[in-house]
Structures are given as structure tokens and as C-alpha cells.
């Protein structure tokens, strides 16, 4: 009888416990280019915003400064020598995880969670980093051109409320990486309808002049580093434009106050001394936690490595 009361109190609680989100938003070779970081000059409204419902956090560090391995980390929670991704996936690289290794996405899914992404994929196998809903990779289209991926990012946050369930939403974006080892060329000519390269609708782009950029300490301050800089923020910037659009998305679907807002990048900016380097640039990246059930601690800064939110 007890036991029997006690079992519908739980099941009662159950049904009334809210509903929890998750979405994990990555940039690829993001840098420190947004106001909440002290960057005055990249213009990140999407970010400013995030950052006003977020903890911002300033030692946040990669598990390995190299994205197919960093990415293993964060979708396994295991370090890479652990779950076998030593180095990049693609290609000649041939770095994999392996088989018997449950990642993030497989045992949410398992235990009830509708999984998806959205952008850059760049783990594998496919067995093991498998998500309920994969919209991925194709460098250019998902990942960079921010008025297809918010198509996807809708139809997931409505798949999700058509089944009821809570979600896990994976983000990945190509930007701010170089494409083809280049900025210039590739910011010039795709995507803002120049030269017959087409349009991304929603982006409105914004160039930046050279002279104004922020020379980070570890580069040498010439002409050539700061048009790459320049260029950059351009890349940046449409990142920060297409959170912009996804947030607008998780508050139409009816779950901004219910959902977990993770920002963070893979690994250091595509720079000598940061990328793929365990120096500094290279580990440190900016970490943003937005909990809309802490919002006593939005917009400050945390300094110590790990932080526990205290009530
Ligand atoms: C930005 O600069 C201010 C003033 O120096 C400092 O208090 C703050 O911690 C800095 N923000 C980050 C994220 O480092
Ligand atoms: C970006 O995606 C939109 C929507 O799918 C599409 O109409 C547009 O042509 C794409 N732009 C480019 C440059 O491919």
C-alpha cells in the first residue's frame, strides 16, 4: 500500500516535472571576437544577447585545440585517447572513434531524448555518433548559410513539439574557419550574391576595415595579418547573425525558458600559435551557459575553471 502511494506520488511528480532542453551551439575555430570577451570592434548582437541570459565564462578550455578530436570530447565526454579520435576524421587523416564508445547523442536518445544536428559533423563512425535527426555537413549550405540551417533548426524544435519529447539540439557551424586555407576569396565571392555565387536571404554582410581590427598579442601586427582578421569578423559576424536566428526560432517553438543555451567553439582562431597549438589561443575558448533557471547569475563573469551554480 505505502509502496503503491509512494509509486503514484513519483509517477504524479513525474508528469509535472518540467520539461528540460538542451542546445549545444559550436563555432568552428571561434576566437574571442564578441563584446561579452571585451572585442569592441566585431559586431555580435546575437552573442550581447546570449551573454545578458548566460554565465560567461573565462577559463573555458578545449579537450584537444583540433576539431574532429575536440568534438569527440564534447559529443563522448571521454577524452580522445579514451574514445579513439586522435586526429581529424576525413580523408587521409583516418582518425575514428571506436565502435563500442556511447556517445552524448546515443544514450540521450535512448533514454527518451529526441537528439539532433545541424551543421558541421566532421566525427565518425556514423554508428557511433548517431542523432535522431542529422542535417549535416556540405560545408557551404549547412553550416555557413544561415538561412538553410535556420530551416532545419525549425523543423527539428517541430519535430521535437509534434513528439512530445524533450530535445538535444546540436549546432555546429562552418564559420569562422577558412575555407580552403582562405578568407578573402571565399568571404568576397560566396554567399553575399557577388560574382554569381548566390545569396544567404537572411545575412546582411558587414566588412570591416583593417586599420580598425584587434591584433591579438601573439600575432604580428602587419597588413596582411589584419585583412585575414578583417575578413574574419565578416565570418564571425554571420555566425552571430544566424544565432540570432535560431534564438528567434527556440522562442517561437515556445522552449526559450525551458532550454539549456551552451556556446562554445571547438578550438583556438585558424592563426599560427592558437589552432591546434596547447598554448593558450589555442585551448582557451570562449564558453557561455545560458540556464533560464539561474537567472540570478546571468551576465557574469566566471573566472575559476569549473563552476557550480549555487543557488
Ligand atoms: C572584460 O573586461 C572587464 C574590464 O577589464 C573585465 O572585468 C571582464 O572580466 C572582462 N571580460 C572577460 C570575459 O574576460
Ligand atoms: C542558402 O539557403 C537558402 C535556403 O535554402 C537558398 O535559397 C539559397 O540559395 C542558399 N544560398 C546559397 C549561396 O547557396
Not at 153 to 182: C, M, S, T, W
Request: with cysteine; net charge neutral; proline share 6%.
Amino acid at each position: 500500500m505505502l509502496r503503491g502511494l509512494s509509486l503514484v506520488c513519483l509517477l504524479a511528480f513525474a508528469a509535472q516535472a518540467k520539461q528540460r532542453n538542451v542546445v549545444v551551439i559550436l563555432a568552428d575555430d571561434g576566437g574571442f571576437m564578441q563584446t561579452a570577451y571585451n572585442n569592441t570592434v566585431c559586431d555580435t548582437p546575437s552573442l550581447d544577447a546570449l551573454a545578458s541570459r548566460s554565465v560567461i565564462f573565462n577559463r573555458g578550455y578545449t579537450g584537444v585545440s583540433s576539431c574532429s578530436p575536440s568534438r569527440s570530447v564534447i559529443l563522448t565526454g571521454l577524452p580522445q585517447h579514451q574514445n579513439g579520435m586522435y586526429g581529424l576524421h576525413n580523408g587521409v587523416h583516418h582518425f575514428q572513434s571506436f565502435y563500442n564508445v556511447r556517445s552524448l547523442p546515443k544514450i540521450l536518445s535512448d533514454n527518451g531524448i529526441f537528439t539532433g544536428i545541424v551543421g558541421k559533423y566532421h566525427v565518425g563512425p556514423m554508428e557511433v555518433y548517431t542523432f535522431d535527426y542529422m542535417k549535416i555537413d556540405n560545408v557551404n549550405q549547412v553550416g555557413r548559410n544561415i538561412t538553410h540551417m535556420k530551416g532545419f533548426v525549425k523543423e527539428f524544435l517541430d519535430k521535437a513539439n509534434e513528439k512530445e519529447k524533450p530535445f538535444f539540439l546540436y549546432i555546429a557551424f562552418h564559420d569562422p574557419q577558412r575555407a580552403g586555407g582562405h578568407y578573402g576569396p571565399f568571404m568576397n565571392k560566396w554567399g553575399d550574391g557577388q560574382a554569381g555565387h548566390g545569396r544567404i536571404p537572411d545575412w546582411k554582410p558587414i566588412q570591416y576595415n583593417p586599420a580598425d581590427v584587434i591584433v591579438p598579442y601573439f600575432l604580428p601586427d602587419t597588413p596582411a595579418t589584419r585583412e585575414d582578421i578583417a575578413a574574419m569578423y565578416t565570418s564571425f559576424n554571420r555566425m552571430d547573425q544566424g544565432i540570432g536566428l535560431f534564438m528567434k526560432e527556440l522562442e517561437i517553438s515556445g522552449h526559450l525558458d525551458d532550454t539549456l543555451v551552451l556556446w562554445t567553439s571547438d578550438n583556438g582562431i585558424p592563426f599560427p600559435g592558437a589552432k591546434t597549438n596547447l598554448y593558450e589561443p589555442g585551448m582557451g575558448e570562449p564558453m557561455m551557459i545560458s540556464s533560464p533557471d539561474h537567472k540570478q547569475h546571468w551576465g557574469k563573469v566566471n573566472g575559476p575553471l569549473f563552476a557550480t551554480f549555487v543557488n
